[in-house]
Nanobody, 119 residues
Framework: VQLQASGGGLVQAGGSLRLSCATS?????MGWFRQAPGKEREFVAS????????SYPDSVKGRFTISRDNDKNTVYLQLNSLKPEDTAVYYC????????????????WGKGTQVTVSS
């Protein structure tokens, strides 16, 4: 299984970006995590493979939206009202099971895409 993430870049605070992650083949629960330099990996969003239920931590709730296009085997993360503290490498994750906030048990990880938010 390959995960190809794209869409990162440099944006000013208050701006928006949309990340995409294409998967190969099967239907998975999908998620996004991020890791800033010197910090631990942080859960950002997840979406189930069947019902499309979503989950977010409080730090991004109301600003980030995860969605998926099953026909294209692609998951999206819309990032709005970006803040400098959102700067991180964002990783796409795929699992045959529910993706929890710890990321434990996730079978597949993408390479990551850099998001940099300037103040």
């Amino acid at each position: 299984v390959q995960l190809q993430a794209s869409g990162g870049g440099l944006v000013q605070a208050g701006g928006s970006l949309r990340l995409s992650c294409a998967t190969s083949g099967r239907s998975f629960s999908m998620g996004w995590f991020r890791q800033a330099p010197g910090k631990e990996r942080e859960f950002v969003a997840s979406i189930t493979r069947s019902s499309g239920s979503t989950s977010y931590p409080d730090s991004v709730k109301g600003r980030f939206t995860i969605s998926r296009d099953n026909d294209k085997n692609t998951v999206y993360l819309q990032l709005n009202s970006l803040k400098p503290e959102d700067t991180a490498v964002y990783y796409c994750a795929a699992s045959l099971r529910h993706i929890g906030s710890s990321g434990q048990g996730v079978e597949y990880w993408g390479k990551g895409t850099q998001v940099t938010v300037s103040s």
